[in-house]
Structure formats: structure tokens, C-alpha cells
């Protein structure tokens, strides 16, 4: 029987996974001993500890990356809200009076940027031959960064890029970031690893992500299990299903549905019938108690499940394709007005808070000394306690 | 006689120096005992005697004169920490309080005392932490928790280093008064405390005492018992030796069981005593906040189990090319195209009975509380 501790390696890019999975959970576990916010949910786990959670609702994803559509976009409106309103700062600390006639990007616009980027992150995978698994990831860091940071402060052309060199490593697939930058035109290699730290930190460093594409082929390999099944038309329909899948990255689905609806909301807009046969098969299984013929007025559980699937399907049917370059090119344009000019190399704004950084900087430097020095002078080289003054001045570590 | 004398620690020998004039002037460090002189003080050791320092290199720094000329030289400690010989002291001091001939600060003969260590800071420490330790008497159950408890050591420690070091001095008897002041009932009871403790202790030792003195007589009188048995069975023996006409070792043998049968009744009966353990049972009144143990893996790995069975075969054109490499050359030691489907089976049926968030009530998510955290 196979533990959770268990270390499998391949060369093969989609299938040897457990071993990442092992390592990820044990940098999981890690990281929610340091990271506090983490840290504050333990006791509560491990106090139902007799009544462990399954695995699903145990990962990250669950915990931290499930929303439902009105939190999404609340999120994004308030984000986006925030942002505009220190970038007008910004402008107006700048040259006053200059941020009247910028027009700001909304939230809408913003999403529409970030879903053009997730659409090019597949044609980047093909090039460098790339499993699915990396693209999957790549896209979902795109869209949980930008849950935490606006479109106008990272430009997502920028972060696309630093979000697949990162789900390349966090997916055991890397590559030389020489060789990555070479094949990307006017891309340096500062350009991908800069602000790599700023994506890890926002991602809260949930590493690990449920794909959609492995719940379908888990479906694909459970749907022979059932009875008189066609396997070329299952074929076909697996081969649907998985463009519907990739279809799906573009939308909301994966921050709001569990991976195995997904997968199984795509293999019922491939096949309805394959799909209702499964999840009858599900719910008849020896774990539920099959709901009998007589009660047909109210609906079984099969059905129900079948009914959750609708808005995910009308999402992926609806949402599911790139967007019009026309329109993100006026996007993009309007963009570079009203881009934070703290964040644009060159900018007066930019110089500004650089300079202030680096007198900032140089204070806590001389003041360290001063405290060597003092220490020094009292005969007491290591400090004289470990006081307050040591720990107070360390808030400053920019992450911009 | 010398060497001897200090070694054991607690001779009386009054102004001994006399005889060890004659031997090498060392500079070992010579303990003595005193009665108590008109100079009180000093630390004393547990049998309430003090055992004052004395040295063959002592000189009074007043009027320099060392035990070469004066062997009867005795250094006394003033208030404010200054060695004076006994001479000194009555010549200054007699007609009132004056001035320290070191430090100015006006002294009064009654306040000297004998010195016990060779450091005077150690002196003076010992002295400021007694004076500290009858009003700072609190005990760990006074307080809620650990912390405080922590901290009030701390303070404690601090007035003492303060006082040690005579650094802020008026403040620090300042936060004393004001710490008698607070704590006056506290103080009060934890002093009644101390001494019921005391003479707890004392009584216990007391009856301690009696009843070992008790069984040491009743061991007493029972061994006068036996011995007198002993004696009136030997007697017996040969009386019976003498007019019964009886075998011989089958007399002798039966005396000796009834003898050994004797010695075990009261041995049995004389052995079981208890002895009351005595234990300082203290009330403790504990807030501490239980630590609840770390449990590193907190999810259900078999949670699924009952939602897919695995078989042995599939289909499977994405796996295909693994399953073909018969020499193992794209696998790694220990990977099996099993566990692949298996976690693959488990992505497909986990979850599939969640119902997605609703509202913006249900959960606040990481996202929303930093969510400017970028814009800053």
C-alpha cells in the first residue's frame, strides 16, 4: 500500500511526479512551521486531528485558493481600487495636477491583460517542448499573482515569463535560465529572475497545484472500468475533453471548482452520456447508498453532481478562448500611461523612491555601525542584550 | 597545628595568630570563628557561626600596620565597604560618629563588621541580596503565569545589580519603598510563611528525632528480651539434658526451632513501621497555555480509497512509452506506472462532492488581507 512518504523518480516529465509531490508536501509542512499566517490555521487542523481531512481539502489549493465568484471579484475591484489610488498618488507627487486626464485601468481590463498572457504561456511550452504539466502550473501562478498585485505595478508580459521559469523548477522540469532567456526576444535574464522572489511571495509560496488535465486522465483511465464502453469513442472524447480542459485555464474555474469537477464538466461537454454513466457509477459505488427508482421525483446524487457542472461548463464555453488582441492592444496602450511610475526604470518617480531606499539604506547602515562602535567602546563586542534595538529597524526590506 | 586548624574549618582560635608567627608568612586564606564581639554581622554559616577572614598578608590601610608587627591584627568591614583594624576603629569611632579616613561617608562604630570573604564585593553582594531577599519574597505560585513570574525576577535582579554597582541609587530605593509599599500584605504573609515553614520543619525534625531515639530503645529492650530468652532456654536445655533420658540431638533440635520461631515473630512485627514522607505541598495556580504538539501530516492519504478501485490495465496512450521501456532507462529506481494511475484516479474523484463558495462572507482568504500589499 502505498504511504504518503513514498519517493518515486522517472525521467518521464508526466508521470514521476511523486516525488515531487513528496518533496513539495515536506516544503509545505516547512513552510507552515515559518510562515505564521499558516501557522495560526495548525492548531485548528490538529485539533480535529482525530477527523484528518481528506487530501484534496487538506492542500493549499483548498485552503488558500478556493473563492467563490463574488469574493473573486471583490478581490479584484478592491485590488484594483487600491492600486489607482497610490498610482494617482504617485502622479501627483510627481508634477501635480498630471493625473487628472489618465484614464485608469478597472478590473475587467486588468483580467483581460492577465487572461492574454495565460493564452501565451502554451505557445512558449510548445516551443520548449514543455509537458502539460508545466504550462497548467505557469498559468495558475499567473492568475493567483495577480489576485495580490495589479496589472499596473507588474506588467504580466513580465511576470508570465518569471511564472513559467518558476513552475519549471517547482515542477521538476528545469532549464538553464541562459537558455530560457536566449529563446525569448529582448528578454535578459534579469528581466525572468528580478522579481521571482515577489511571484514565490505572493503565490504564499503554495507551490503545489491540483491540474485539471491529471483529474481528466484519471477520469480516462476510470471511465474503462465501466461496463461496455467504446474505447474509440472514449479516445475521441478524452482528446475533447483535454482541449476543453486547456480551454478552462483561461477562465475563473480552478479558483473557484474542485479539479475533479473540471475534468469531468469537460469530459460532459465531449460526451454527456460517458460523463452521466460515470458519475451514476460514482454514486452508486458501495460508499453511497444507491437511490432507489421509486423516489425519482427528487434529484439523485448523480444528478445533482451533473447540475453542479452546468456553470462550469457554461464558463468554459463562455470565457474559455484568448481574448481579441485589438482590444488588449488598447488595453495595453492606455497601460503605458498609467503605469505605476515607481515601478518604471528611469522615471523621476522611480529615481525618487530609489534614492529614498538608498538613504534609507545608508541610515540603517550608519546606525548599525554607531551600535558596533558603541558596543565596541563598552568592552561588550556582542551587544548587551538581545534588545529591541536590534530587531526594530529590520521592517524596511523593500520587496520592489 | 595551623594547617590542621583551617582545614577543618570551624577551630576557635581567638586572635590565633600568635603561634603561627614562627611559621612561613604565607598568604593562605585562614577561616576563623568568633563569638560574637561587639561587632555583629557577617554571614554565618548553617551552624549560625560566623567565620571570619583572616590572612597572613593583612594590613589596615589606616594605619598600615600589618600583622608582622601586630599579630593580634583584626580587620573589620565598615558600612560603606572599607577594612579598618579594631585599633583604628576605637581611635576614630569612640567619640561618636565621623567620617571614613577612605571615603568620607560618616560611619558609626557599631557598624562594622567582620569580614567573611576575601573579596569585599562578594561582601557587599552577599549583604545587598539578604537585605533584598526578606521584602522581594514573593514565590513562583504568586503569579498567573510563568512570564510574570519571569519578569519579576528580572526586576529583582536589576535592583540588586543596581544596589551591587551603586548605579542609580535613590531611584532604586525608591522602586524598593514602592515595592513594600505595593506588596506590603503579600510580603507580610509569604514572611508568616516562611517561618510556619521553618517551623514546620523544625517540629518535624523534632518528632523525627524522638521516634528514632524510641526505636533505639526499643531495639534496646527487646534485644535485653531475647538475650534473657536465650538464656532461659539454654538453661532449660540442660535441665532437661540432665533429667530426661531422651535422645540428645533431638532435644537440641527442637530448642532451636522454637528459637528461630521466636525470632521471626518479632522481627516480623518490629519491621513494619511507615515512615511518613514528608512533601512541601504547595496550592499552584497555573494558566499556562497547553502546547499542542506539532502533527506534520494532517491529511487523509486513504481518504478516497472507497471512490475508485484500481485495476490492473489500462488503455493508456500517455503512458504508453514508459510502460514500454523494458530496460528502465526513463524510470528511476522504485517508480511504478501504478501509483502514477492511482494518483491520477485519486485527482479525478477528490472533491467531486464540494459545493463551490457562495457570498463574500464564507471565507477570507489570504488574497484579501494583503491585498495591497504590491501597491505600498
Not at chain 1, 525521467?11 to 513539495?24: E, F, H, S
Not at chain 1, 520548449?128 to 495577480?146: D, I, S
Not at chain 2, 600568635?18 to 604565607?26: D, L
Not at chain 2, 477528490?350 to 505600498?376: R, T
Amino acid at each position: 500500500m502505498p504511504g504518503p512518504g513514498r519517493i518515486v523518480y522517472t525521467q518521464d516529465g508526466d508521470l514521476g511526479d511523486n516525488k515531487r509531490l513528496a518533496t513539495l508536501s515536506l516544503f509545505l509542512i516547512v513552510h507552515q512551521a515559518l510562515n505564521p499566517m499558516a501557522a495560526e490555521q495548525t492548531p485548528s487542523v490538529a485539533s480535529t486531528a482525530s477527523a484528518r481531512s481528506p487530501l484534496y481539502e487538506a492542500s493549499t489549493q483548498y485552503r488558500h485558493w478556493r473563492f467563490s465568484p463574488e469574493q473573486l471579484a471583490h478581490t479584484r475591484t478592491t485590488l484594483n481600487e487600491a492600486a489607482v489610488k497610490v498610482i494617482r498618488d504617485a502622479f501627483e507627487a510627481d508634477s501635480p495636477g498630471t493625473s487628472a486626464d489618465v484614464s485608469f485601468l478597472d478590473a475587467d481590463e486588468e483580467l483581460l491583460l492577465v487572461k492574454l498572457y495565460a493564452s501565451k504561456v502554451s505557445q512558449f511550452c510548445g516551443h520548449f517542448r514543455f509537458p502539460e504539466e508545466v504550462e497548467a502550473t505557469a498559468v495558475t501562478y499567473l492568475k493567483r499573482f495577480y489576485l495580490k498585485n495589479t496589472v499596473m505595478d507588474w506588467h504580466p508580459k513580465n511576470v508570465m515569463l518569471t511564472t513559467l521559469f518558476l513552475a519549471t523548477k517547482t515542477t521538476n522540469h528545469p532549464i538553464a535560465l541562459e537558455h530560457f532567456a536566449a529563446h525569448i526576444p529582448r528578454t535578459s535574464p534579469s528581466d525572468v529572475v528580478d522579481i521571482e522572489f515577489l511571484v514565490a511571495q505572493s503565490l504564499g509560496f503554495d507551490f503545489a497545484v491540483w491540474h485539471t488535465h491529471r483529474a481528466l486522465w484519471g477520469l480516462w483511465l476510470d471511465l474503462q472500468a465501466l461496463p461496455d464502453i467504446d474505447l474509440n469513442e472514449l479516445r475521441k472524447a478524452y482528446d475533447i475533453a483535454l482541449a476543453h480542459v486547456r480551454a478552462s485555464r483561461l477562465t475563473d474555474a480552478e479558483l473557484i471548482y474542485a479539479p475533479s469537477q473540471i475534468a469531468l464538466a469537460c469530459m460532459s461537454l465531449a460526451s454527456p452520456g460517458l460523463a452521466s454513466a460515470w458519475a451514476r457509477a460514482k454514486c452508486s459505488s458501495p460508499g453511497s447508498t444507491p437511490g432507489s427508482p421509486s423516489d425519482s421525483s427528487s434529484p439523485t446524487p448523480d444528478t445533482a453532481m451533473l447540475q453542479l457542472l452546468e456553470p462550469i461548463k457554461n464558463m468554459i464555453l463562455t470565457q474559455g478562448s484568448p481574448p481579441e488582441v485589438e482590444a488588449v492592444r488598447e488595453v495595453d496602450r492606455r497601460l503605458k500611461l498609467c503605469k505605476n511610475p515607481e515601478k518604471i526604470v528611469g522615471s523621476n518617480a522611480y529615481n525618487k523612491k530609489r534614492e529614498e531606499q538608498e538613504r534609507k539604506a545608508a541610515e540603517k547602515r550608519t546606525r548599525k555601525a554607531a551600535q558596533i562602535r558603541k558596543a565596541m567602546a563598552d568592552g561588550d563586542p556582542f551587544g548587551s542584550e538581545l534588545g529591541d534595538q536590534m530587531l526594530v529597524d529590520d521592517d524596511d526590506d523593500d520587496d520592489d | 597545628m595551623t594547617s590542621r586548624g583551617w582545614l577543618r574549618g570551624t577551630t576557635v582560635r581567638k586572635g590565633g595568630a600568635s603561634s603561627s608567627s614562627n611559621t612561613t608568612r604565607n598568604s593562605t586564606p585562614q577561616i576563623q570563628s568568633t563569638s560574637t564581639t561587639v561587632f555583629g554581622g557577617g554571614v554565618k554559616d548553617p551552624s549560625g557561626r560566623t567565620s571570619e577572614y583572616f590572612s597572613m598578608d593583612d594590613q589596615c590601610p589606616v594605619c598600615k600596620s600589618d600583622r608582622y608587627l601586630n599579630p593580634k591584627l583584626r580587620l573589620l568591614v565598615s558600612a560603606c565597604y572599607h577594612k579598618m583594624c579594631e585599633s583604628c576603629i576605637d581611635r576614630l569611632f569612640t567619640l561618636g560618629p565621623a567620617p571614613c579616613p577612605i571615603c568620607n561617608k560618616t560611619l558609626r562604630k557599631l557598624a562594622f563588621t567582620p569580614q567573611t570573604f576575601e573579596d569585599l564585593d562578594v561582601e557587599k553582594e552577599v549583604a545587598v541580596r539578604r537585605r533584598i531577599a526578606k521584602d522581594f519574597n514573593k514565590r513562583q505560585e504568586d503569579f498567573a503565569d510563568n512570564r510574570a513570574y519571569n519578569d519579576y525576577l528580572e526586576e529583582v535582579e536589576d535592583i540588586a545589580f543596581n544596589l551591587i554597582n551603586g548605579i542609580d541609587i535613590p531611584q532604586t530605593e525608591a522602586r524598593i519603598a514602592q515595592y513594600k509599599i505595593e506588596n506590603a500584605a503579600i510580603i507580610e504573609d509569604n514572611l508568616r510563611k516562611e517561618e510556619q515553614y521553618a517551623q514546620y520543619l523544625k517540629e518535624h525534625e523534632e518528632a523525627e528525632r524522638l521516634e528514632r531515639e524510641q526505636r533505639a530503645e526499643e531495639l534496646r529492650k527487646l534485644e535485653e528480651a531475647e538475650r534473657l530468652e536465650r538464656e532461659q532456654g539454654r538453661q532449660e536445655l540442660i535441665d532437661k539434658l540432665e533429667t530426661s533420658d531422651k535422645d540428645v540431638k533431638k532435644l537440641i533440635a527442637r530448642s532451636r526451632a522454637e528459637a528461630a520461631k521466636r525470632v521471626a515473630a518479632r522481627t516480623s512485627s518490629s519491621l513494619q513501621r511507615n515512615t511518613p514522607g514528608f512533601l512541601r505541598s504547595r496550592p499552584t495556580r497555573s494558566t499556562a497555555i497547553p502546547d499542542v504538539p506539532h502533527v506534520p501530516i494532517q491529511d487523509d492519504w486513504y481518504a478516497y480509497e472507497d471512490k475508485f478501485t484500481l485495476r490492473k490495465d489500462y488503455d493508456d496512450p500517455v503512458s504508453e512509452a514508459v510502460r514500454r521501456d523494458r530496460e528502465g532507462i526513463m524510470r528511476a529506481g522504485g517508480y511504478t506506472i501504478e501509483e502514477a494511475w492511482e494518483r491520477a484516479l485519486r485527482f479525478a474523484v477528490a472533491g467531486l462532492d464540494l459545493q463551490p463558495l457562495q457570498g463574500l462572507q464564507s471565507q477570507i482568504s489570504p488574497a484579501d488581507q494583503d491585498a495591497a500589499m504590491a501597491s505600498a
